[in-house]
C-alpha cells in the first residue's frame, strides 16, 4: 500500500494528460509539440546532468548484464506467439516489440521517487544501454515490410546520444561549469511532469483487437508486465544485485511498453492499431501491476 501510494503522484499525472487532452480543445499539435519537446530537449538533459554528476564503475556492468537477460527472455517468450496464435506474420512483428520495449518516462520518474539523482542515473545507464539492443530486435522483426535501418533509428534517439555523450563526458573527467549545470537542473526539473502528462495524452483506450487478436494481445501484455520483472528479479538475485541497482533493474523491466513502439510500427507500415491498444492497455495494467512490483523491494 505504501508503494502504491508513493506512485500515485506519477500515476495522477498521466491520467491528468489523458483527461488533459479530451476535455481541453488544446489541438493534436499542442501534444505533439510537448512529446518533441520531452524526448528531444527535456528527458535528455536530463540524463545528461543526472549520469555526468555520478561517479561511474564497473559495479553497472551486473545491471546493464540483468536487465539484458530479461529483456532476452522477454523476446524468447514473445516469438512463442506466433504458434499459439491466429496472427498475420505483419502484425506479430509489430506486436512482438511491445512484449520488451520499455517507457522510459515512467522509468525515470519512479527511480527519481525511489532514490533521487543516484535512481535517475542508474536508470539512465540502463535504459540508455538497451535501447540499442530493443531497437535491433524490433526493427529487424519489422524489417521484412519497410526499409528502416536499424542504425538511423539509433542516431536519432535522443535519449541513446545523452546517455553516450554523458557517458563520454563523466569518463573523459569532464566538469559541467555551475551555470551550464542550473540552466540543466532547470530543464530537468520539467522533464519528469511533462512527460508524464505525454504519457497519458498519448493513450488511446478506444478500438477493438477483433476476436483473433485478444489472446496474442493477453499473452504480449503478460509478457511485458508479469514475465519480464520475473526473469529480472530471478537474474537480479542470482547475481547479487541490491541497493539501487536491484531496485532500478527491477522497475525497469516492469515497465510498460513505450509509445515509441506505435511510431515504430506505423513508419514501417505495421499493424499500428494493435500497438496503440496495447501500450495503452500496458500503461493502465502497469499501474496495478508496477506497485506490485515494487512491494518486493519493501
Not at 16 to 24: C, N, P, S
Not at 43 to 53: E, H, M, S, V
Not at 146 to 175: C, D, I, K, M, Y
Not at 203 to 215: E, N, Q, V
Amino acid at each position: 500500500m505504501h508503494t502504491a501510494l508513493a506512485l500515485f503522484p506519477d500515476f495522477a499525472l498521466i491520467l491528468l494528460g489523458y483527461a488533459l487532452r479530451r476535455w481541453m480543445t488544446l489541438g493534436d499539435h499542442f501534444w505533439a509539440g510537448l512529446e518533441k519537446l520531452v524526448y528531444f530537449v527535456l528527458f535528455p538533459a536530463l540524463l545528461f546532468n543526472a549520469i555526468t554528476k555520478t561517479p561511474l564503475s564497473f559495479a553497472a556492468v551486473p545491471l546493464i548484464g540483468t536487465g539484458a537477460a530479461a529483456m532476452a527472455g522477454a523476446m524468447l517468450l514473445a516469438l512463442l506467439a506466433r504458434p499459439l496464435f491466429p496472427i498475420s506474420p505483419l502484425s506479430f512483428a509489430s506486436q512482438f516489440q511491445c512484449a520488451f520495449r520499455y517507457n522510459t518516462y515512467i522509468g525515470l520518474a519512479v527511480a527519481a521517487k525511489l532514490h533521487g539523482a543516484a535512481g535517475i542515473a542508474a536508470m539512465g545507464l540502463l535504459a540508455g544501454g538497451m535501447v540499442p539492443f530493443a531497437n535491433i530486435a524490433a526493427v529487424w522483426m519489422l524489417a521484412r515490410h519497410g526499409s528502416t535501418s536499424v542504425w538511423r533509428e539509433l542516431a536519432r534517439n535522443p535519449l541513446f546520444l545523452a546517455t553516450l555523450a554523458a557517458l563520454l563526458w563523466n569518463l573523459g573527467g569532464l566538469g559541467v561549469p555551475a551555470p551550464v549545470g542550473h540552466f540543466l537542473g532547470r530543464l530537468a526539473e520539467a522533464a519528469i511532469a511533462l512527460g508524464l502528462l505525454a504519457v497519458g495524452a498519448a493513450l488511446k483506450l478506444r478500438g477493438t483487437l477483433g476476436a483473433d487478436g485478444r489472446g496474442a494481445a493477453a499473452y504480449f501484455l503478460a509478457v511485458k508486465l508479469l514475465a519480464m520483472p520475473a526473469i529480472a528479479l530471478g537474474v537480479a538475485r542470482l547475481v547479487g544485485l541490491s541497493g539501487i541497482h536491484f531496485d532500478v533493474v527491477l522497475v525497469f523491466a516492469a515497465l510498460p511498453t513505450a509509445s515509441s513502439a506505435y511510431i515504430l510500427a506505423q513508419r514501417m507500415g505495421g499493424d499500428g492499431a494493435r500497438v496503440a491498444w496495447l501500450i495503452s492497455a500496458s500503461t493502465l495494467l502497469g499501474m496495478v501491476t508496477l506497485p506490485l512490483w515494487l512491494g518486493l523491494l519493501a
